[in-house]
């Protein structure tokens, strides 16, 4: 292989030297402007890996961390008063709330629309979705970012720490959501402490303003 570099490197010598020396030199810049152009091409090549890498945090971070803080719209504290329990049997598919709930909050846009209220306990929380908006489960970033990056992401948490022993199976985090079709009806969660009650209202409202505004845009 080197004997052939060498033969390869000793017949540019004897182009060059053959060719008229205004000719040979013109090639000699070519050979080093070559030069320049490959080391620049493989400094970018290097700089654009490391921006990809850069660009990939910055989207991981956004999904995880980085949506608009929500502005829960809060009104006078309001009680919910609960149906009897022949009543809320005879509305299927919607089971009957197993939790007393304490207060509701509603959810809403800036302009004012109504998205969901948030019916809240000590530990755990209903989502009951505002029946004039149809929010399908299909419609991004529902499933893609709240059921699998929030949601889920919860339970396999607590899941984890039960298996080493750190939680008992009573208080995992667990929610299930009822829908009719696709159309989402409700979420309820439970074992819900403070810290996660705050991101879930946030990460609740932003995911249903989204999902609002794609419906708009659509309409």
């Not at 022949?86 to 009957?96: F, G, N, S, V």
Request: aromatic residues 6%; proline residues 5%.
């Amino acid at each position: 292989m080197f004997q052939r570099l060498d033969k390869g490197k000793a017949l540019l010598k004897y182009t060059v030297k053959a060719m008229p020396e205004e000719e040979a030199e013109k090639i000699k810049k070519l050979v080093a402007f070559k030069k320049k152009l490959q080391k620049r091409v493989s400094e970018l090549e290097s700089e654009l890996k490391e921006l990809q890498t850069m660009l990939e945090t910055v989207d991981s971070i956004l999904l995880e961390k980085g949506f608009k803080r929500a502005k829960i719209v809060k009104t006078p504290a309001m009680t919910e008063t609960l149906p009897p329990k022949e009543e809320a049997e005879a509305k299927p598919p919607y089971p009957a709330p197993t939790a007393e709930y304490e207060s509701v909050v509603p959810l809403k846009t800036l302009t004012g629309e109504l998205l969901a209220n948030l019916h809240l306990s000590e530990n755990s929380l209903r989502v009951a979705l505002a029946e004039d908006k149809n929010f399908n489960s299909n419609t991004p970033p529902f499933t893609q970012f709240l059921v699998e990056r929030v949601l889920a992401k919860m339970k396999e948490k607590d899941s984890e720490l039960t298996r080493v022993g750190q939680l008992t199976p009573d208080k995992v985090f667990s929610y299930n959501i009822v829908q009719d079709g696709d159309i989402i009806r409700e979420i309820a969660i439970n074992n819900v402490d403070a810290n996660r009650l705050r991101e879930l209202k946030s990460s609740i409202r932003w995911t249903l303003e989204k999902m609002y505004e794609k419906m708009e845009s659509q309409n």
